[in-house]
């Protein structure tokens, strides 16, 4: 049974910075490209980040070198580092695997960037 926990989301002011955490289970993780994705209010779920099992990495055109997803395949956890984030940054974060063509999902972690 594939799981993916996410966590380390917060309240944080413009400019500040968060590291998002994603546990996977279930799967051979080391074998797996992984995914972080947000979703904002009345918006709906985009790409920000993938890495691949080799730790080939690829941002959305907005993370601006903000953002670095990487890796820790001895413990089957995926990151998220932010940083300068923005208002716009605002929204639930997921990670997210796709196994035999089905997608996985975590439940999400909130970030609400406000001053």
């Known amino acids: 049974q594939v799981k993916l926990v996410e966590s380390g989301g917060g309240l944080v002011q413009p400019g500040g910075s968060l590291r998002l955490s994603c546990a996977a289970s279930?799967?051979?993780?080391?074998?797996?490209?992984m995914g972080w994705y947000r979703q904002a209010p009345g918006k709906q779920r985009e790409l920000v980040a993938t890495?691949?099992?080799?730790?080939?990495?690829n941002y959305a055109d907005f993370v601006q070198g903000r953002f670095t997803i990487s890796r820790d395949n001895a413990k089957n956890m995926v990151y998220l580092q932010m940083s300068s984030l923005k208002l716009e940054d605002t929204a639930a974060y997921y990670c997210?695997?796709?196994?035999?063509?089905?997608?996985?999902w975590g439940q999400g972690t909130q970030v609400t960037v406000s001053s």
């Open positions: 279930g799967i051979y993780f080391s074998f797996y490209a």
């Open positions: 997210k695997v796709v196994r035999g063509g089905t997608d996985y």
């Open positions: 890495i691949t099992s080799g730790g080939s990495t």
